[in-house]
T-cell receptor
Framework: QQQVKQSPQSLIVQKGGISIINCAYE??????FPWYQQFPGKGPALLIA?????SEKKEGRFTISFNKSAKQFSLHIMDSQPGDSATYFC????????????FGKGTKLSVKP | NAGVMQNPRHLVRRRGQEARLRCSPM?????VYWYRQLPEEGLKFMVY????????ESGMPKERFSAEFPKEGPSILRIQQVVRGDSAAYFC??????????????FGAGTRLSVL
């Protein structure tokens, strides 16, 4: 019930294309859904996040779409660039005193020039 | 404003030795989280601490692992009698005080532990 399932495991996109990464969760008590970007040898960096009271959030080329009824959320990267090549993790957390993040297994994105 | 600082960045230990990993949170942050990342895997929560208190250690192995966040100084993750299976990247994250803001976590660059 505390799992977050992420797909695909790896993704290859041409420069300028749209990258789409999907996540699904079971526990309806989750109330915070961030996406992290991780480059090799570095720590995860917060990219964008959403709470369940909105269905979409956009920041620059990055958009989260959130479907509460389906218990799914996705990251869209518009106009993908080679510099976007990294591993992306979705996560979820509860509110209150249980602030730890539950991560998906990650998607390795390669953007080809 | 410096980010979350972790040291050492790389740590090599032989089986049976102790490993000490340090984490200094961002200035003004009073919550610290430790996560472990195995190769090709996502991060797994280990422990959540506030100053001088362990709030949630549900992800921490019952033996050999301990964590502290003293009133002064960095948070320490301690692994006693390391085994090869402890080889992983250990990440620390911090977040500012406040129930809503608590979910927003900033990660350090990690400590990569190799057990020979």
């Amino acid at each position: 019930q505390q799992q977050v399932k992420q797909s695909p495991q790896s993704l290859i996109v041409q420069k300028g294309g749209i990258s789409i990464i999907n996540c699904a969760y079971e526990n309806t008590a989750f109330d915070y859904f961030p996406w992290y970007q991780q480059f090799p040898g570095k720590g995860p960096a917060l990219l964008i996040a959403i709470r369940p009271d909105v269905s979409e959030k956009k920041e620059g080329r990055f958009t989260i779409s959130f479907n509460k009824s389906a218990k799914q959320f996705s990251l869209h990267i518009m106009d993908s660039q080679p510099g976007d090549s990294a591993t992306y993790f979705c996560a979820a957390s509860f509110g209150g005193s249980q602030g730890n993040l539950i991560f998906g297994k990650g998607t390795k994105l390669s953007v080809k020039p | 404003n410096a980010g979350v600082m972790q040291n050492p960045r790389h740590l090599v230990r032989r089986r049976g030795q102790e490993a000490r990993l340090r984490c200094s949170p961002m200035k003004g942050h009073s919550h610290v989280y430790w996560y472990r990342q195995l190769p090709e895997e996502g991060l797994k929560f280990m422990v959540y601490l506030q100053k001088e208190n362990i709030i949630d250690e549900s992800g921490m192995p019952k033996e050999r692992f301990s964590a502290e966040f003293p009133k002064e100084g960095p948070s320490i993750l301690r692994i006693q009698q390391v085994v090869r299976g402890d080889s992983a990247a250990y990440f620390c994250a911090s977040s500012p005080f406040g129930e809503v803001a608590k979910n927003i976590q900033y990660f350090g660059a990690g400590t990569r532990l190799s057990v020979l």
